[in-house]
């Protein structure tokens, strides 16, 4: 008790400082509360709002209460026009994009975090502690955090970046060995661009800055390099991973201004996004070692053994085989979101209810460009939960399905990993198409999936094939269906 | 050494923080079922954009005409990333709305 008291008597603190703390505390709660909410589907709306208030209430007592040298925040106009302004566009975006462009926002809003941490990390450099360096040297862990924070707060912001490009199509993937020695250099070079900077002693940051530069420039063409190896089967791993790089980064920040509400907020996504990662990797019964570096779909020695003949089918006879079918099976991909083909298929499963035909749907937890990003889109489409089936469980009954319709959907379908031990995706757990009585494969084109290997399931026996775009092609099977 | 564990000793307080975090995000999340992961990625996403507190706190000392530059852009960023992160998670809750059942 002697203690608490003389400590009080030591420290000067204002009404203002206590509130404040006492808002981040609560804020921090908020995030917390908002978090749990967020993961059961009859709260995660709330959850998010709850969310969304503890964000704006740590913003505004930042705004109206925070002091850093006994200086109130100044600046407001700036601070107010840059708020609004990112309001605005910020409210734009998301209203705006379709649905299927989702997986790509996330990834590119991600990258604005990262691209904060970043700055931050460049802007409090300069005025690293000076009795901490007489102290220490620039081996001390202020330098530690705003390194890392630079550095991963980089890589997350240009690796979101690149995500967003390929996912949105515009950047191709580059596969080449080559670059994963190229990256691995660069990661040692980083670490050791660190060691050699906090082992400068005594030294003014400032004099440090152009080193610090090429420290930025390193880190950043790392974030490019990073992910440009990596193939699409494995982008959802990605975001998911450089989302926690950026949740990382928020709490270094938070550590750096002994923030609470920055401190829990970034440490609950890290740890969140890294559990997330772990799932999908899961899903993929592979490493995360493997998918960061890029070993997906890299190597290509597929054995390319004799692969068969293709056979179509009309609309006009599929819809006559769905029509007398007991149990149908919907296997949707990224074709399905391409395609914006969600409506006509819910339309379709309407239809077949209708004739006491029994539809389900068959998600494989990667199928589409993100984890759940098939649950989505058939949300948006009104399809009922119940319809939704884990592949483990599809899978349990797949003997019994008349028919397995395969809308846009590839590598989850391809039987190769659980024949092929050569196959790049050999291992991965697959929604068993091949089980089933018939399989209908609607596709654009004879193209490879995104892990660029070939797919026997399209030359079975029990398979024929709808060539074109979902869209145009369920629409026709609807309109026959609802002839006969 | 002697660095370590004084940096131990003075930030005590936080470090409990930062592990009980750690456990805790990881409890919160384990359990989510696969419908929501898209979301709850989305909504995390707009959580790590608390970053934008340090972005406010540079330009609101801001003097030099860089440091104010830079620290509008971070706070202009981190907005998008909050504002932009609940909304579109948001939008994808809304559709996730228990409908009324059809016979």
Known sequence: ?484 | MEAILEFIYVNSETIFGIILSIFLGIEVISHVPAVLHTPLMSGANALSGVVIIGAIIILGHAESTFSIVMGFLAVFLGTLNVVGGFAVTDRMLEMFKKKPKKD
């Open chain 1, 1 to 484: 008790m002697d203690k608490i008291i003389e400590f009080t008597k030591n420290i000067q603190f204002t009404l203002g400082d206590s509130v404040l703390e006492i808002i981040y505390l609560f804020a921090a709660v908020l995030f917390i509360l908002g978090l749990k909410m967020l993961s059961h589907p009859d709260t995660a709306r709330r959850g998010n709002f709850i969310a969304a208030i503890g964000m704006i209430l740590a913003i505004a007592g930042t705004l109206i209460l925070h002091k850093q040298g006994g200086q109130r925040i100044g600046n407001m106009g700036y601070i107010f026009g840059a708020l609004t302004l990112g309001l605005v566009v910020g409210l734009v975006i998301a209203r705006k994009v379709k649905m299927t462009k989702m997986p790509e926002l996330v990834s590119f809003f991600n990258g604005m975090g990262g691209a904060v941490a970043t700055i931050i990390a460049l802007m409090e450099f300069p005025n690293i502690d000076k009795e901490l360096i007489e102290l220490h040297g620039m081996l001390n862990f202020q330098t530690l955090v705003i390194f890392l924070s630079l550095v991963i707060g980089s890589v997350s912001f240009t690796g979101s970046m690149i995500a967003f490009g390929k996912l949105d199509g515009f950047i191709k993937d580059i596969r080449s060995k080559s670059l994963r020695y190229v990256n691995m250099v660069l990661l040692l070079a980083i670490f050791g661009f660190v060691a050699f900077l906090m082992m400068q002693g005594r030294i003014d940051p400032k004099d440090l800055m152009p080193y610090v530069f090429i420290l930025l420039g390193v880190s950043l063409l790392y974030g490019v390099l990073f992910v440009m190896p990596i193939g699409g089967a494995d982008m959802p791993v990605v975001i998911s991973l450089l989302n926690s790089f950026t949740g990382v980064t928020a709490a270094m920040a938070g550590f750096l201004y002994g923030n609470l509400a920055m401190l829990t907020g970034g440490i609950l996504v890290g740890s969140a996004g890294t559990i997330l990662t772990i799932l999908m990797c899961k899903a993929m019964n592979r490493s995360l070692f493997n998918v960061i570096i890029g070993a997906f779909g890299g190597g290509g020695e597929a054995v390319q053994n004799e692969l068969g003949t293709i056979k179509e089918i009309s609309e006009t006879d599929l819809a006559i085989l769905l029509s007398y079918s007991r149990k149908v099976v919907v296997i949707p991909g990224y074709g399905l979101a391409v395609a914006q083909a969600q409506f006509l298929a819910h339309e379709l499963d309407v239809l077949l209810e209708g004739k006491g035909v029994e539809v389900k749907y068959a998600i494989h937890p990667v199928a589409g460009r993100m984890p759940g990003h098939m649950n989505v889109l058939l949300a948006e489409a009104d399809v009922p939960y119940d319809k939704l089936v884990e592949s483990d469980k599809a899978n349990e009954d797949m003997d019994n399905v008349d028919v397995a319709v395969v809308v846009g959907a590839n590598d989850v379908v391809n039987p190769a990993a659980e024949e092929d031990p050569s196959s790049p995706i050999y291992g991965m757990p697959i929604v068993k198409a091949l089980k089933a009585k018939n399989i209908i494969v609607l596709k654009r084109g004879m193209g490879k999936g995104y892990a660029a290997i070939e797919n026997n399931l399209f030359y079975h026996d029990k398979t024929r094939m709808l060539f074109g775009n979902a869209k145009d092609t369920l629409q026709r099977v609807v309109k026959e269906v609802e002839n006969m």
